[in-house]
């Protein structure tokens, strides 16, 4: 509160701001105003500034009469001290401090605080659903999205049929052994069973709307515990005929480094008394006189 001191001859006044919402809050792309009114002040041109502080860092919005950085196309002072952005976007949520300087009043500076929040609608939420899944095992679905503000939470459908968080809660799912996280977008079957069998889908969810991922199917099936036994056996008598064809093989021989059955192949010898004489101007051999038929 200030006091007002009145003298003969003299007052006392002391620059005042207020607004009308210090917590506004409005939708990504849309405008917005940030209310700052000076209640009070006996100066007649005040010096006006805004300032945005986001994650510890201060920046200048208005400043020597004239909209600083990115505002200057999309920002612009109404009725004097309030501040009017036009096409919002997420990186607007901060606090906006209104600064009025009046020299003429004793108390010459006064601030206000404006707690701006931009909405953002969720985007279409990356969901992952197992294909196939036997019966009695776990099954983990997971629903995820990081655009939207405020931060989505999620919930799931099956067959386009809402899951509701507490099974025990609903009938119609107490058979059902799940967990579903709507801040994480986690749906854990701890042991499935044909019933879970369906199509599943996921929505993300916040102030500013929803976004839906498409349907997936969820198959669970039954064990064949038969047929795995018989695969088993199959795979066992292949493996041993395999194994006693092979010894059988070794045992014929067939695996065997092979040998020359014969003897080894020499130049035949020359018959005695013939000398086989090649000449330079015949192709052929020929015989000597001393040949004897």
Same mark, same amino acid.
């Given at each position: 509160y200030y006091l007002?001191?009145?003298?003969?001859?003299?007052?006392?006044?002391?620059?005042?701001?207020?607004?009308?919402n210090t917590k506004?809050?409005?939708q990504e792309f849309q405008s917005v105003e940030l209310s700052c009114i000076i209640k009070s002040t006996v100066t007649t041109d005040p010096r006006i500034e805004w300032k945005k502080i986001r994650d510890g860092e201060t920046s200048y919005v208005f400043f020597d009469n004239k909209m600083q950085g990115d505002f200057a196309t999309r920002a612009e002072i109404l009725s004097r001290t309030s501040?009017?952005? %036009?096409?919002?976007?997420?990186?607007?949520?901060?606090?906006?401090?209104?600064?009025?300087?009046?020299?003429?009043d004793t108390k010459t500076i006064d601030e206000i605080n404006i707690q701006l929040t931009v909405q953002v609608k969720p985007m279409t939420p990356r969901c992952t659903v197992p294909k196939a899944v036997p019966v009695g095992k776990t099954a983990s679905l997971?629903?995820?999205?990081n655009e939207g503000y405020p931060k989505s939470t999620y919930s799931?459908?099956?067959?386009?049929?809402p899951l509701s968080p507490d099974t025990k809660s609903n009938a119609k799912f107490q058979n059902s052994s799940y967990t579903l996280n709507p801040t994480t977008g986690t749906l854990v079957f701890h042991a499935v069973h044909k019933g879970d069998t369906g199509r599943y889908s996921c929505i993300a969810t916040n102030d500013a709307g929803f976004a839906k991922c498409e349907e997936q199917e969820m198959e669970v099936y039954?064990?064949?515990?038969?047929?795995?036994? +018989? +695969?088993?056996l199959v795979v066992l008598a292949v493996l041993v005929l395999i194994t006693l064809g092979i010894c059988c093989a070794y045992r014929r021989g067939y695996f065997a480094n092979? %040998?020359?059955?014969?003897?080894?192949? %020499?130049?035949?010898? %020359?018959?005695?008394g013939v000398n086989y004489i090649r000449t330079d101007d015949e192709g052929d051999f020929r015989h000597k006189s001393s040949f004897v038929i």
């Amino acid at each position: 509160y200030y006091l007002l001191f009145v003298f003969p001859g003299y007052r006392l006044l002391a620059v005042e701001l207020t607004s009308s919402n210090t917590k506004p809050v409005v939708q990504e792309f849309q405008s917005v105003e940030l209310s700052c009114i000076i209640k009070s002040t006996v100066t007649t041109d005040p010096r006006i500034e805004w300032k945005k502080i986001r994650d510890g860092e201060t920046s200048y919005v208005f400043f020597d009469n004239k909209m600083q950085g990115d505002f200057a196309t999309r920002a612009e002072i109404l009725s004097r001290t309030s501040l009017v952005i %036009k096409n919002t976007t997420r990186m607007d949520t901060a606090t906006y401090r209104c600064e009025v300087a009046a020299p003429s009043d004793t108390k010459t500076i006064d601030e206000i605080n404006i707690q701006l929040t931009v909405q953002v609608k969720p985007m279409t939420p990356r969901c992952t659903v197992p294909k196939a899944v036997p019966v009695g095992k776990t099954a983990s679905l997971h629903c995820h999205e990081n655009e939207g503000y405020p931060k989505s939470t999620y919930s799931w459908y099956r067959n386009s049929e809402p899951l509701s968080p507490d099974t025990k809660s609903n009938a119609k799912f107490q058979n059902s052994s799940y967990t579903l996280n709507p801040t994480t977008g986690t749906l854990v079957f701890h042991a499935v069973h044909k019933g879970d069998t369906g199509r599943y889908s996921c929505i993300a969810t916040n102030d500013a709307g929803f976004a839906k991922c498409e349907e997936q199917e969820m198959e669970v099936y039954d064990l064949n515990i038969g047929g795995i036994i +018989g +695969g088993v056996l199959v795979v066992l008598a292949v493996l041993v005929l395999i194994t006693l064809g092979i010894c059988c093989a070794y045992r014929r021989g067939y695996f065997a480094n092979s %040998k020359e059955s014969g003897e080894s192949y %020499k130049t035949p010898a %020359k018959p005695d008394g013939v000398n086989y004489i090649r000449t330079d101007d015949e192709g052929d051999f020929r015989h000597k006189s001393s040949f004897v038929i």
